[in-house]
């Protein structure tokens, strides 16, 4: 027991030296900017937020009380469930496919499934533009072929947004569905298969159970990301679209009103929170 208990604190010794780097990094650019955040949404000024000297409510009285603000709050709930219900529902048939895929080629299949990852999201947008505005490919063909007698709104609005964000965000479904697919047991489904149940039955009582877990982290991270999401919402809605993201650049950067944007991005911390701690109680109550 003498010889246990130093060696117990020089290995708890040795954990905590190499968490230091890790944490050191972590406080520089993680928790003092988010601290100053904080601090800079209870002043008044934007110099008052650089310098800090005040203390006051205002921000959040705009943030709070002003219906504007819980309509971009709606929307970009709204957005934010879209968005992940939509990337799942269709990225999970491709991510189950490469996870029962026993091909040679499945490595390829996996990399080509998250080539897209590899573009920048601000050059796939303008790409969703090309595609989706008046003139653009889908436009031109459905009037040359007489299916339309004028141009389809597919740009400058909500649902030009919502297809641009589920393709861009498609990768990160996959991934994180994949990565969750580790409980799938092909020899649940033979011993089902073997004691009459159909394909159908077998997928809902057996894959699908098993596969909630992934398929539950692939819509929080699709979710943070299209809620936090700013520059496919700017371009693809022409303006017309308002959710947080949007709002605390303008705030920030066009307006200049520093408390304003950080009691926005407040909300939009507080909002993320509470996402992931109803995650937490879904997966808690899928593990039991």
Do not use: C, H
């Amino acid at each position: 027991m003498t010889r246990a208990a130093p060696a117990a604190s020089r290995g708890k010794g040795m954990l905590l030296l190499l968490l230091l780097p890790g944490l050191l990094a972590m406080s520089v650019t993680f928790f003092a900017p988010m601290l100053w955040l904080i601090r800079a949404s209870f002043s008044s000024s934007a110099f008052e937020a650089a310098s800090g000297a005040d203390w006051t409510l205002d921000a959040y009285r705009a943030a709070l009380l002003d219906p504007f603000y819980w309509r971009v709050a709606g929307n970009t709930l709204v957005l934010g469930l879209t968005v992940s219900l939509a990337a799942v529902v269709l990225s999970y048939p491709i991510a189950l496919f490469l996870a029962r895929s026993n091909s040679r080629w499945r490595g390829l299949l996996t990399a080509l499934a998250v080539a897209p990852l590899l573009t920048s999201a601000v050059v796939r947008t303008y790409g969703w533009m090309v595609l989706l505005s008046d003139k653009g490919v889908i436009n031109s063909l459905l009037m040359s072929w007489a299916w339309i007698s004028a141009p389809l709104k597919l740009t400058n609005n909500s649902f030009g947004a919502t297809v641009a964000l589920v393709e861009i965000l498609m990768p990160y479904a996959i991934l994180a569905m994949l990565s969750g697919f580790g409980r799938l047991n092909r020899q649940l489904e033979e011993a089902a298969a073997m004691l009459g149940a159909s394909r159908p039955r077998i997928f809902w009582r057996i894959i699908l159970p098993l596969s909630l877990p992934g398929v539950l982290t692939a819509a929080l991270l699709v979710f943070v990301l299209a809620i936090s999401s700013f520059v496919t919402p700017r371009l693809m809605g022409g303006g017309r679209v308002f959710v947080l993201g949007t709002e605390v650049f303008s705030e920030a950067t066009v307006t200049l009103n520093w408390p304003l944007a950080a009691a926005l991005s407040v909300v939009l911390l507080v909002l993320f929170s509470s996402i992931i701690f109803l995650y937490q109680r879904a997966l808690r109550t899928l593990e039991t």
